[in-house]
């Protein structure tokens, strides 16, 4: 700050004084991080594209882009303890010598406060050791928790293997496979880990390790001989941990030879295998790890983030590198992205959320003392991530919530999916297992569909929505309607029950009931249907209205915390795609995922802890028909103003008549939108400033006819003449401003306003 005098007059002092009230007022203004003249701090970022180099990733490209987008978000409201975060981006290509290069560097950097990054627990090995003498605080991809366990500044954002091994172990327990194969890539440390505690041994005549080329591929004698050692074996089921594209071609080879078992993939996806062995299928049961979550069901935060911001960036694509070698020239062109939910671009928005949710959480834990130095602020984010702990403290991102178990990985539920041998499609096991408070808990798979026949009285004041539609449930675990809570169902004032009828269609009274779920299968499982009738509540936003999209949706909870289950959807291909939606246009429709997190005293309430409770929606997006709107609004106002705009070719010499038509113009402006209907809301919607732009447009032409007649007075010829022809103008202008305004708020309005009106009438 500086002094101010006033050596010369009260004029040069008074600006002064006024600059420094300015520059005052300015720099409280600005946020924390934008005042504060300390260094800044990176955050590595290392991604892991294709060794290939011919494709830039479009994971790659989410990960950047959500990343960047957060960081400049943090640094608005006062970045890190006061410091901008300056991301520092790596790609190591699955090259571990470049990957310990990159390492090397980062550690030399003084300024540098977290690395986020580093997938693969084979290289990860080789470079977490000398991360951790620096202290940074590492949150890794690697599912081996013993690699990183000595280091405490190391954490993981993916499940620990071990609980992955525990939960398969638990699902197979109960079944009838009982000599399992292994097949997995040489060195690699994270299969090796599944060989150990799934058949006793790396080492183990149950196991066969298939070398790696230089192109990522297997060669058929591999495959071969490590057939020959599974039929030796006589086992009755496969463990898979080589990578999808490899372990398709393994398992088109098993089945060229006739000997398709059943198998497990731990390491690659079922729906990349399928599509090497297309057309045909795999005649056999298939199993995986659920690493993206119940299947046909999307992350309800993102989906919805991703609904409220349609002019965000939401399609990362595979592209070519634009440096890529020559050998590249062979390779197919990636496969078009067309929708935001293809499943590889899901992945895309997935991963690059996923950092972007770490970013955010390492700002989170570092607090907001700006005091200390570099060192202090990175044990300040070790132990801040350390005190996440999924019964006491959970940081809620966009992407999950994020809290870590005793071994420092991600506490994250692992899922089990099921690909029957009659079934084309991946679906949620049965039963599926998640970690309680003090031992696994048993959560049953509920197949469940919604066939909407009817939504009608959608009410946008009240918020509420009615719903006619079937339900139907099949499970084995005896489950039915009234285990389940319809969250968001409207309840009765008087009674303060939901306002929802039922009325049984077909119920199997008959329905098992086991402790043994594991081997159950789900088409011989109870079903019972259900005609439901309801009201519900949903969240309108109005300000595009009356050009307005809406989310209706239907929201199913667990009635008891004590019953928990899981909701498996049919895939969106055996969905109704029209539904009758009256007054409104459906546009598309999803299920979605959500957690409530309920905190819970404790035995002495002296303490308490968190459960999760898991709500699934499903959802139809909406568009309002404006047609009464262009009816009773558009038209009434656009005749408004053409004869206000026709009042001006009246001579001057009849002010009174022009004053008078354009004044009862105003009025009947005003009394139209006392009289149309309105809905409640506290913001200006669309139908407010086309209001209020007509208002405009009247008072403008009315000031301007007043001003023309006092310059026909003042015999200012010229001026009059001008002020007249652009009096003319000023109308048709307006109109060309609303047009346009109207076409940015409504997609489906043609090129002009008359254009607009005939889409919404029909007419063309």
Sequence with gaps: MFDCWFPRGRVLGLLCAATVVVTTLLSTMLPAGARDSSDPVHVAIIANSDFNRCFSPGVTTAIRHFTQRKADELNSKGGLAGRQIIPKYYDNFQDVSLLQKHVGELVQDPNLVAIIGITSSSRGATVVEEIAKTNVPLITGMSRGDIFAPYPNTFSMAPAVTDEIAAIRTFLKGSTYKKPFFVGLKGDKYAEQFADQLIGGVASPSAFWVPRHADGQIDDSGTDRAIDTMVEQGSDILYLGIHSGPGGRFLRRLRERGLERPVFVVLGRIGRMLNVLKPDPYKSDMYELGREQVPHVYNERLQQRIWSAPEERWIFENKRAPKAPARCAKEHEPDKITDVRMPANRRAIGRGAQYADILSLIVHAAGDDTKGDIAALR????????????????????????????????????????????????????????????????????????????????????????????????????????????????????????????????????????????????????????????????????????????????????????????????????????????????????????????????????????????????????????????????????????????????????LESVVAIQVTALLSSIALYLAVPKVEFDHATVSDIIFVMTYLAISVMLGMSILRTNLAAWKLARTELVLGYAQILVMPLMLVMLAQYLMAQDDKIGQSLLGGLLVQLGVV
């Design 379 to 654: 044990q300040r984010i070790t132990d801040g991530i350390g005190r996440l702990q999924p019964t006491k403290r959970i940081y809620r991102g966009l992407w999950q919530d994020w809290s870590f178990t005793e071994g420092r990985s991600v506490a994250e539920d692992i899922l089990i999916l099921h690909k029957p041998a009659s079934i084309s499609d991946v679906s949620l096991a049965p039963m599926q297992y998640r970690r309680g408070r003090q031992s696994t808990i048993s959560v049953p798979v509920i197949y469940t569909g919604i066939d909407v026949t009817r939504i009608f009285r959608v009410d946008s004041n009240e918020k509420t929505f009615h719903a006619d539609f079937y339900l139907s449930l099949r499970n084995a675990q005896n489950f039915d309607i009234t285990d389940l809570e319809f969250t968001n169902a409207f309840r009765s004032p008087l009674s303060n029950e939901p306002v929802i009828s039922y009325r049984t269609i077909e119920g199997d009274e008959k329905a098992r009931r086991s402790d043994d779920f594991s081997a159950i299968d789900p088409i011989s499982s109870a079903l019972r249907l259900y005609k439901v009738t309801g009201k519900f509540y949903f969240s309108p936003d109005l300000r595009k209205f009356p050009f307005d999209r809406q989310r209706l949706s239907v929201s199913i909870q667990p009635k008891h915390t004590a019953r928990p289950f899981l909701i498996q959807p049919p895939p969106p291909s055996l969905r109704k795609v029209t539904i009758d939606v009256d007054n409104w246009n459906l546009e598309s429709q999803y299920i979605g995922l959500d957690r409530d997190i309920i905190t819970v005293i404790g035995e002495q309430a002296s303490n308490q802890y968190l459960i999760p409770l898991t709500t699934f929606n499903f959802t139809w997006s909406v568009k309002r028909l404006a047609t009464d709107h262009y009816l009773q609004v558009m038209v009434p106002l656009f005749i408004i103003l053409l004869v206000t705009w026709l009042s001006t070719f009246i001579p001057a010499q009849r």
